[in-house]
């Protein structure tokens, strides 16, 4: 069964580091582009990073130096470290599988989405 599950979210301080992990399962990771994006009630969703076949990297300019995605192949997951984390950062994280090779923040490019896992950043 195609699946993406994201885990790890969780309430943390300012400045605080988390751990944000994209199960996925029922098709070949290496073989698709997977991206994180993040919505706060009330805006668009935004695109925070992807990574591309060939494990070519994004980021959105406003995480870009605190923020790393990787690809676990072997766990079949992608997951997102977030570090210097500013309330700004607060929001609902979601993974998805995008139809393209290529990175894109586009969310028309993406088939299938996890469930969402809430990111909130409080003192």
């Known amino acids: 069964q195609l699946q993406l599950m994201e885990s790890g979210g969780d309430l943390v301080q300012p400045g605080g580091s988390l751990r944000l992990s994209c199960a996925t399962s029922g098709f070949i990771l290496e073989d698709h582009t997977i991206a994180w994006f993040r919505q706060v009630p009330g805006k668009e969703r935004e695109g925070v990073s992807c990574?591309?076949?060939?494990?070519?990297?994004k980021y959105a300019d406003s995480v870009k130096g605190r923020f790393t995605i990787s690809r676990d192949s072997a766990e079949s997951t992608v997951n997102l470290q977030m570090g210097s984390l500013t309330p700004e950062d607060t929001a609902v994280y979601y993974c998805?599988?995008?139809?393209?090779?290529?990175?894109?923040?586009?969310?028309?490019?993406?088939?299938?989405w996890g469930q969402g896992t809430q990111v909130t950043v409080s003192p």
């Open positions: 998805a599988r995008s139809l393209f090779r290529r990175c894109s923040f586009s969310e028309h490019d993406y088939d299938r």
């Open positions: 990574i591309g076949v060939g494990n070519i990297v």
